[in-house]
């Protein structure tokens, strides 16, 4: 099983509309959960870290469910400027190292 | 004012020559890190430093050879350079802990012809 497992997607979707990716995790003693967003040929960006009682920023809410190993990411609102790559990433607490998946390419049309 | 800065962007060379990637940064930070992302687009970790100390070296060949002469900066040779090291390598930092955000740098794509 790998670690980190994510739909690729594409999913394509018009402004407005909600949208929500799952990503789900392996390993157990995984501290730290993080949403970062790739934008095509550019650097990963964290986008929201993830707490486990759930937060929200502006159009964006993010969920961790320990007891089914999971993470979930809610945009709300879609716009244009949201068209990107979705990462699901997770830590051990061992140096920081981060375990990046696959990404969810997500594709906002007018 | 560039955060985590990457020499140089693209890199186009021949099998079996040598090549070095250079990555600094000013945020300050202790700890600087080595991802590969491949064509499938998997960003997979190789090398973290904490203040100039190697802390994770993943399963990577022993042709690449992380150098970090100070703590703002994470040099990264790879020797007899292979058709698979193909790749986009990203040079991250942040500050020390599984914490905190990691903020990366442009990416250098190397090719290997």
């Known amino acids: 099983r790998k670690e980190v497992e994510q739909d690729p997607g594409p999913f394509n979707v018009p402004e407005g509309a909600t949208v929500a990716f799952n990503c789900t995790y392996s390993?157990?003693?995984?501290?730290?959960f993080f949403w970062y967003r790739q934008d095509c040929r550019k650097e990963p960006k964290l986008l929201m870290s993830v707490y486990s009682s759930g937060n929200e920023d502006g159009r964006f809410t993010a969920q961790l469910n320990r007891a089914s190993q999971y993470i979930s990411l809610l945009i709300r609102d879609s716009k244009l400027s949201d068209s990107a790559t979705y990462l699901c990433?997770?830590?051990?607490?061992?140096?920081?190292?981060?375990?990046f998946g696959q990404g969810t390419e997500l594709s906002v049309k007018p | 004012d560039t955060a985590v800065s990457q020499t140089p962007k693209y890199l186009v060379t021949q099998m079996g020559n040598d090549k070095s990637i250079k990555c600094e940064q000013n945020l300050g930070h202790d700890t600087m890190y080595w991802y590969k992302q491949d064509s499938k687009k998997f960003l997979k970790i190789m090398f973290s430093?904490?203040?100039?100390?190697?802390?994770i070296n993943e399963t990577v060949p022993n042709r690449f050879s992380p150098k970090s002469p100070d703590k703002a900066h994470l040099n990264l040779h790879i020797n007899s350079l292979e058709l698979g090291d193909s790749a986009v390598y990203f040079c991250?930092?942040?500050?020390?802990?599984?914490?905190?955000?990691?903020?990366f740098g442009p990416g250098t794509r190397l090719t290997v012809l």
């Open positions: 990433v997770f830590s051990y607490n061992q140096g920081g190292k981060l375990i």
């Open positions: 430093y904490n203040n100039k100390e190697l802390i």
């Open positions: 991250a930092s942040s500050r020390r802990g599984p914490y905190n955000e990691q903020f």
């Open positions: 390993n157990s003693a995984s501290q730290s």
